[in-house]
């Protein structure tokens, strides 16, 4: 067993004992083993409160830290505590740096640029798609998306990434073992593999509302850059780009359409001074040159398509459009649009976004 590590788990498992509590802890004991080795009355001096003294002491001796602390290195996730070599820097910026991360998977190279793909959760097909867009762009630039692992732009963004064979990084706000949502457990799954997954809660802490603004101090922290696709005008999004703007990252905006609710943030951003983005060179050309060698995976787009079939696919875009908007534009039959739409559907390159409504697929 590495005892360092060791102890800094049970330090960071103790009741009552946050980053900023571990800093006044050490101030007073000045080791690990002297806060872990205290007797009841060192304790008393530095909380001034029975209750919490009791819970501290049963802490320590609690056999539930061995019993968690011996599940991790069975289920193979590593715990990577402060002074570890492997310890990410972009995180000694916070005063609240967590004592200990953990981590299935990997982290992303700290010489590799990272951005921070965020947005709402109850996005648009348009804010979907341009999330998914941007993850796949930034990876083929060797750029590592980070996000949430949660509904809408952060599922997407990750998505997006992993298509081309890119990096990517999801920060959790729950236990490290613990999917939320379950249905993006299909992603966390290929990110264990191909990137990785990380959180400063340990086994089975289900999320709740008070995890999430801590998740989000995280990406904005291990991001160099933070990209926001949607956002609400007052939106929890908004909150991870304040706690950017506070560490210096680049804020970088997609527009959206005036009067759409789902652009109001975004809109609002770039006025306030984001760099509007339509694509990833937007991005890039706020940073040197960057090494954007990697091995791409093909995903189609180089198909032959029938005049028909082309001619429908030409006056599709990212925003859904109802058949009948198509037929009158193409000037073609009901039954050939029909047919080119099932066509162009079943090759991957459209989507019915919602009934009778359909779009390109980026």
């Known amino acids: ?30 080791t690990l083993d002297n806060i872990l080795n205290a007797d009841e009355i060192e304790l ?3 909380f001034n409160d029975e209750d919490k003294v009791a819970d501290f002491i049963e802490s320590v001796n609690s056999d539930n830290l061995k019993r968690d ?3 991790l290195k069975a289920m193979g996730i590593r715990i990577i505590y402060q002074g570890h070599p492997d310890y990410p820097k972009k995180l000694e910026c916070l005063y609240d740096a967590p004592i200990c991360l953990y981590l299935r998977g990997k982290l992303p190279d700290p010489n590799q640029k990272s951005v921070a793909i965020i947005g709402a959760r109850q996005a648009s097909y348009y804010g979907l798609e341009m999330a998914k867009y941007f993850g796949r762009e930034l990876a083929k630039k060797n750029v590592a998306v980070i996000s949430g692992l949660a509904y809408g ?9 992993l298509e081309v064979g890119g990096y990517t990084l999801g920060i959790l706000g ?49 991001s ?10 007052k939106s929890g999004t908004l909150i991870t780009v304040d706690q950017g703007l506070e560490l210096g990252k680049d804020i970088f905006a997609i527009p959206g359409r005036n009067g759409d609710p789902l652009s109001l943030g975004c809109n609002r951003l770039i006025k306030s001074g984001a760099k509007l983005v339509t694509n990833v060179d937007d991005i890039l050309e ?20 029938s005049t028909i079939d082309k001619k429908v696919y030409h006056f599709l875009t990212l925003e ?19 047919k080119a739409l099932m066509r162009l559907e079943k090759r991957g390159l459209i989507v019915q976004s919602e009934r009778n409504y359909f779009a390109v697929v980026l």
């Open 1 to 30: 067993m590495d005892n360092l590590e060791w102890n800094y788990y049970r330090v960071a498992n103790l009741s009552f004992v946050g980053p900023r509590t571990l800093i006044r802890l050490m101030d007073k004991f000045e």
């Open 286 to 305: 706020e940073w040197a040159p960057i090494d954007d060698s990697y091995e791409e995976i093909s995903i189609h787009k180089d198909v032959k398509l």
């Open 69 to 71: 602390y011996d599940r």
């Open 224 to 233: 160099d850059g933070i990209l926001v696709t949607e956002a609400r005008e």
């Open 320 to 338: 859904p459009v109802f058949v009948d908007r198509i037929i009158e534009m193409t000037h073609l039959s009901v039954s050939d649009v029909l």
């Open 44 to 46: 008393m001096e530095f």
């Open 153 to 161: 732009a952060d599922a997407k963004g990750h998505v997006g990434a």
């Open 174 to 222: 729950s236990g490290i073992n613990l999917c939320y949502p379950k249905e993006n457990y299909h992603i966390y799954s290929e990110m264990i593999i191909k990137g990785g997954v990380m959180s400063e809660s340990g086994l089975d802490v289900k999320p709740h509302a008070g995890l999430f603004p801590l998740r989000n101090r995280l990406i904005a922290a291990m």
